[in-house]
T-cell receptor
Framework: GNSVTQMEGPVTLSEEAFLTINCTYT??????LFWYVQYPGEGLQLLLK?????DKGSNKGFEATYRKETTSFHLEKGSVQVSDSAVYFC????????????????FGKGTKLSVKP | DADVTQTPRNRITKTGKRIMLECSQT?????MYWYRQDPGLGLQLIYY???????NKGEISDGYSVSRQAQAKFSLSLESAIPNQTALYFC??????????FGSGTRLTVV
């Protein structure tokens, strides 16, 4: 079945360091891919998404590129801030993405990021 | 007001008690979902509803039931709570072409 695997945390970085959180997926068809962020005590918020191969999603300095050949959607940021400390979830939609329709989301287990001043 | 509102925010209940978690939304979305979050396990889908007359089981529906009272309301019930249902519960909404919007969560503790 469809699944998402992301690197285990916690990840601890110093401010201004480069961030990579790896995410790979297994899916049939053409899933859409997402990164969600969960700040302490809050629900999940969509960070960025990509709906087809080679698409790059970006938001708030974060980027991820949909790589169909490696079935990956790694999250990157060039210079992290203390305010980026959160749990990051990679996810995919479990239906073929025709006409913008979207099925249920399947989540990875989350990666906790802590950024130290 | 938040787009997706969950009540209560926190709840402690005893084993064997019936408890209902409520979710309401102002997004106008047809689709609503209940997820459970456990540390290190990500989010697991309990139930989902694509409209008022459509209810579907997710991957971990045993021990839970739901009711879609209206387009804007989707409640989750634990008929007889047990300790391993202690978790953080999230409601979410979505619509065709739209992303998911999550509520702030309900932290449930079963003692």
């Amino acid at each position: 079945g469809n699944s998402v695997t992301q690197m285990e945390g916690p990840v601890t970085l110093s401010e201004e360091a480069f961030l990579t959180i790896n995410c790979t997926y297994t899916a049939t068809g053409y899933p859409s891919l997402f990164w969600y962020v969960q700040y302490p005590g809050e629900g999940l918020q969509l960070l960025l998404k990509a709906t087809k191969a080679d698409d790059k999603g970006s938001n708030k300095g974060f980027e991820a590129t949909y790589r169909k050949e490696t079935t990956s959607f790694h999250l990157e940021k060039g210079s992290v801030q203390v305010s980026d400390s959160a749990v990051y979830f990679c996810a995919l939609s479990d239906r073929m993405n025709y006409g913008g329709s979207q099925g249920n989301l399947i989540f990875g287990k989350g990666t906790k990021l802590s950024v130290k001043p | 007001d938040a787009d997706v509102t969950q009540t209560p925010r926190n709840r402690i209940t005893k084993t064997g008690k019936r408890i209902m978690l409520e979710c309401s939304q102002t997004k106008g979305h047809d689709r609503m979902y209940w997820y459970r979050q456990d540390p290190g396990l990500g989010l697991q889908l309990i139930y989902y509803s694509f409209d008022v007359k459509d209810i579907n089981k997710g991957e971990i529906s045993d021990g839970y039931s739901v009711s879609r009272q209206a387009q804007a309301k989707f409640s989750l019930s634990l008929e007889s709570a047990i300790p391993n249902q202690t978790a953080l519960y999230f409601c979410a909404t979505s619509d065709v072409g739209a992303g998911y919007t999550f509520g702030s969560g309900t932290r449930l503790t079963v003692v």
